[in-house]
Each structure stands twice: as C-alpha cells, then as structure tokens.
Nanobody
Framework: QVQLVESGGGLVQPGGSLRLSCAASGIMFDMYTMGWFRQAPGKQRELVGIIMSDGSTNYADSVKGRFTISRDNAKNTVYLQMNSLKPQDTAVYYC?????????WGKGTLVTVSS
C-alpha cells in the first residue's frame, strides 16, 4: 500500500521559515518524480515544485528563490524548505509521487503565514 505522509506544517510569521517533510512508503522512491503542490482556501491546487529522480528541480515562479525541494532516497523522504514566507503562501501543502501513469497524493499539511 502506497503512503505519502506530510509533516512540518504550522503557523509562522511573515518572513519566517518552515521545512515540510514527506515520507513515502510502498513505492520505489528513487524512481519517482516527487512534487509539492498547495491549495489555498477557495483556490485550485497548484504546483509548487518538483524534484526528478536525477535530483533536478523545477519551481513555480511564485516561489523561486524562496523555496527549495530536496530528497533523501535513503530515507524515502522529500523535503520542502520554505524561506521568506508570505501570507499568500498560506495553504494546505500536498506531497505527490509520479512515475509514468502512477500518481499518488498525501493528505496534506496546513501552513499558515500570519502575524
């Protein structure tokens, strides 16, 4: 059974930092493209960024220079380091694993950026 479990969300002040983690099980983790998506209240889910199996990354323009995705294949875990957080970063953040026609989601973790 495939499981993606996010952790690390919470309340942070504007300008602050958080690191999200996503622990995967039930997949050959190192073969998957791992992604982070987010969904703000009343909005559609959007891509934050992805990290390919070779470690290359791609980010949405809204987070470039502030967010960094990394992966530890030995721990089957992908991370999202978020710096210089803004109120508009408030959302539920979801982990995604994708390989060809296989696509899996975590249940999400809430990030709230507010003073």
């Amino acid at each position: 059974q495939v499981q993606l479990v996010e952790s690390g969300g919470g309340l942070v002040q504007p300008g602050g930092s958080l690191r999200l983690s996503c622990a995967a099980s039930g997949i050959m983790f190192d073969m998957y493209t791992m992604g982070w998506f987010r969904q703000a209240p009343g909005k559609q889910r959007e891509l934050v960024g992805i990290i390919m199996s070779d470690g290359s990354t791609n980010y949405a323009d809204s987070v470039k220079g502030r967010f960094t995705i990394s992966r530890d294949n030995a721990k089957n875990t992908v991370y999202l380091q978020m710096n210089s957080l803004k109120p508009q970063d408030t959302a539920v953040y979801y982990c995604n694993a994708n390989k060809n026609f296989l696509n899996y989601w975590g249940k999400g973790t809430l990030v709230t950026v507010s003073s």
